[in-house]
């Protein structure tokens, strides 16, 4: 079964620095998906970020962006220039390709980032 | 212009009653999930439909009963409701399963509490 790890319960950054997230994940595939996903006190889940496998090339979408390390089975998120509002539990996801059944996307168990002034 | 509504957003209960949670969604997707984020904000799944098809069927209690009338409604029946059952509940949507690489759209979860 494919497990996603969030080694960092609980991260800090100051607002307008940079801070990276970490995610690991075990899986036998060669070709996924991975996904980022913000949760803010409002609990509402927020695609963040995903980033195909197959792409050699990190995703990247404004302030966010990924380190994705085939090899290693690593998706970091790097957040630049921190806002407050950035201040929420971010949670890695992977997902399987289709290959005759339907794949599930499996989280990690979330990283709480706090925004400090 | 909601995407994925839920109702209701709260629900408070108690043991041995029977509980029901709605979701739609106005995006059109074929496949529609319940998650579920436990008191640690841990998230699993728990069912997947794919137009009014069941796909996916986690180990849960048959306590829990899902329901899709369309493509566009995915219900959550939960009997005899216990103190376990105490979390988050998450809707959610894609395009179809098939597209693995579809990200998942949520709704704002249903928060349930039992007493």
């Known amino acids: 079964a494919q497990t996603v790890t969030q080694s960092q319960p609980e991260m800090s950054v100051q607002e307008a620095e940079t801070v990276t997230l970490s995610c690991t994940y075990d899986?036998?595939?060669?070709?996924?998906?991975l996904f980022w996903y913000k949760q803010p006190p409002s609990r509402q889940m927020i695609l963040v970020i995903r980033?195909?496998?197959?792409?050699?090339q990190n995703a990247t979408e404004n302030r966010f962006s990924v380190n994705f390390q085939k090899a290693a089975k690593s998706f970091s998120l790097k957040i630049s220039d921190s806002q407050l509002g950035d201040a929420a539990m971010y949670f890695c996801a992977y997902r399987a390709p289709y290959t005759g059944t339907a794949s599930k996307l499996t989280f990690g168990t979330g990283t709480r980032l706090q925004v400090t002034l | 212009d909601t995407a994925v509504s839920q109702t209701p957003k709260y629900l408070v209960t108690q043991m041995g009653n029977d509980k029901s949670i709605k979701c739609e969604q106005n995006l059109g997707h074929d496949t529609m999930y319940w998650y579920k984020q436990d008191s640690k904000k841990f998230l699993k799944i728990m069912f997947s439909y794919n137009n009014k098809e069941l796909i996916i069927n986690e180990t849960v209690p048959n306590r829990f009963s899902p329901k899709s009338p369309d493509k566009a409604h995915l219900n959550l029946h939960i009997n005899s409701l216990e103190l376990g059952d105490s979390a988050v509940y998450f809707c959610?949507?894609?395009?179809?399963?098939?597209?693995?690489?579809?990200?998942?759209?949520f709704g704002n979860g249903t928060r349930l509490t039992v007493t």
């Open positions: 980033q195909e496998a197959y792409k050699q």
């Open positions: 899986t036998s595939e060669s070709d996924y998906y």
């Open positions: 959610a949507s894609s395009h179809p399963y098939r597209e693995a690489n579809s990200p998942l759209h």
